[in-house]
């Protein structure tokens, strides 16, 4: 009995384990298939003629980091790059939520104060547990080379002049999905040739081999590689945060758009 009982014992273990096994296969199949879901959202690199680029380097298999743009029929070209509230699937999934939405109503909204405020009572209406989203929307006019933006609750954009000089665009009002029903502001800035860079919080907080990258050490980097195009820029600064890790993940989503 004693044998029979060992026996039967294993036989369980290995059952229970092989169940174990199919179930972590399929939850990552559907990771996987949820990355590519994403990833369809965003611009595929290299697909246009644009002046304005962005990169997106989840730091777990599905980010809450997002950024998008097009062109109108005008020429202007509308853009916006968001940051969703915590990790995981909920955030994937409000992030899906959002870019869709913002894609959507850009391509007729011509005022980004009032499309941020329409996301927000959207988003406010169906949030769930505190979840809310940062986000910075606007136009760019390559003729004129006005930008038109509005900020909900993100950390500032960086304009950095021809001259090298920075200039930080402050947030007037808060992140999407907290209240309804808010009145966004817009602000205006010409890039004279200069070039504005917006960037989620996983950028300035990611490490480097000398410590926490921060915004000096960003405006560092942009200065370093001001030479070259944006994408050189961008590229510069993922290569950097990228490199340090040390093959390990990421601390937090990497997501970056140059304008100019």
Known sequence: ????????????????????????????????????????????????????????????????????????ADGRIVWGLGDVSGKGMN?????????????????????MAALLATLNDEIAETARNGMFVTMVAGVFDPRSGEVCLANAGHQP???????????????????????????????????????????????????????????DGLKALLDRHAGGDAEAQLAAVSEMLLGSTGGQRLHDDLTMLAIG
């Not at 296969?25 to 611009?43: F, H, N, S, V, W």
Request: charged share 20%; proline share 5%; aromatic share 8%.
């Open 91 to 111: 955030a994937a999934m409000l992030m899906a939520k959002t870019i869709s939405l913002f894609r959507c109503l850009g391509k007729t909204a011509a005022d």
């Open 1 to 72: 009995l004693q044998a029979l009982a060992g026996m039967v014992s294993l036989a369980i273990s290995n059952a229970q384990m092989t169940a174990a096994l199919v179930e972590q296969e399929r939850i990552r199949r559907e990771l996987e298939l949820a990355r590519e879901i994403q990833r369809g959202l965003l611009p595929a690199a290299g697909t246009d003629d644009l002046p304005v680029c962005g990169v997106n380097y989840p730091a777990m298999e599905v980010s809450g980091d997002f950024f998008d743009y097009f062109p109108l």
């Open 157 to 215: 954009p960086l304009y950095r002049a021809t001259d090298g000089r920075y200039r930080e665009i402050e947030a007037e009002c808060p992140p999407l999905g907290v209240i309804a029903g808010v009145e966004f502001v817009e602000q205006r800035l010409t890039l004279a040739g200069g070039r504005l860079f917006v960037f989620t919080d996983g950028v300035t907080e990611g490490k480097t081999a000398g410590g926490m990258l921060g915004i």
